[in-house]
């Protein structure tokens, strides 16, 4: 029973842990690797050959 305590209280650990860090509105991961694609996007797209 004790095990089993101990590997849910990991999981809810493991999914706030992703919320805060990769999820998070504005400022997680996602939305900065979001943000540096759109950077390179545009400046792939202001090439000019």
Request: hydrophobic content about 50%.
């Amino acid at each position: 029973m004790k095990n089993i305590l101990m590997t849910v209280m990991l999981l809810v650990v493991v999914v706030l842990l992703f919320n805060n860090i990769i999820v998070k509105d504005g400022t997680g991961t996602k939305a900065q690797i979001q943000s540096q694609g759109n950077a390179a996007n545009t400046q792939i797209g202001n090439i000019n050959p």
